[in-house]
Structures are given as structure tokens and as C-alpha cells.
């Protein structure tokens, strides 16, 4: 299966898991888009405005990776706060909670990928 970036339309969405401030998602399976067979739940890109964040949640039922593309900011863990950019690759497990927020001056562009 090829999902081609210029075939996905922008959706804009706002204070994502409770945070502050907007983003703009591209989605190649949107949230509650079911793929007959698959263990992927969500895969989309993400485009953080400046000073924006996805709130602190917890996966009981299942993980996420998120791959930062570009831009800066603060990635927070089960409370523990890491700077990350450009090429880092962020694995969440089953009961654990995180948070990214948009510390650059440009947006903060990143890959998120969930799984069940």
C-alpha cells in the first residue's frame, strides 16, 4: 500500500491531548480508520505550530512511535523531560505516558505511528 503526501489533505487540529496551541496533520490512516488486518491504528505527520504541544497522555492499550523530521523540542516520558530534533526516533510502550512540545521558532514536524 502507497499513500502519496500530496494525495493526503491537511487537517488542522487543535490543543492535541489537551495541550496548548495547533497543528497541522497529514494522515496516511487517520484515528478510528480501521485497516482490515492490520495492528496499525494511526500514521500520520504532524506539523507542531511554534510554542505548540501534544499534552501528557497514557497508551494502556497500545504504542507509539514518533520520528522527529525536523524542528526542536521537548519530549517528556513517565515525567522525565528530553531535548530531542531532527532525526531522533521515539518509542513508547504500553503504560507509559508522554508529551512533545514545540521549543524551536519554526514548526516541529515528526512521523507518529501507533500501534495496537
Known amino acids: 500500500m502507497i499513500k502519496k503526501f500530496h494525495d493526503m489533505t491537511p487537517v488542522r487540529r487543535e490543543n492535541l491531548q489537551g495541550g496548548q496551541g495547533g497543528a497541522w496533520n497529514r494522515y496516511a490512516l487517520a484515528p478510528h480508520e480501521e485497516l482490515q488486518g492490520s495492528h ?14 501534544v499534552g501528557e497522555h497514557e497508551h494502556l492499550t497500545n504504542e507509539e512511535l514518533y520520528v522527529i523530521l525536523e524542528g526542536e523540542g521537548i519530549y517528556t516520558e513517565d515525567g522525565v523531560e528530553h531535548k530531542v530534533g531532527a532525526g531522533d526516533v521515539l518509542i513508547l510502550q504500553r503504560t507509559h ?3 512533545l512540545r514545540n521549543t524551536g521558532k519554526g514548526t516541529l514536524t515528526f512521523l507518529a505511528v501507533i500501534v495496537d
Open 40 to 53: 496499525f491504528q494511526m500514521v500520520g505527520t504532524i506539523r507542531l505550530d511554534p510554542g505548540a504541544e
Open 97 to 99: 505516558s508522554h508529551a
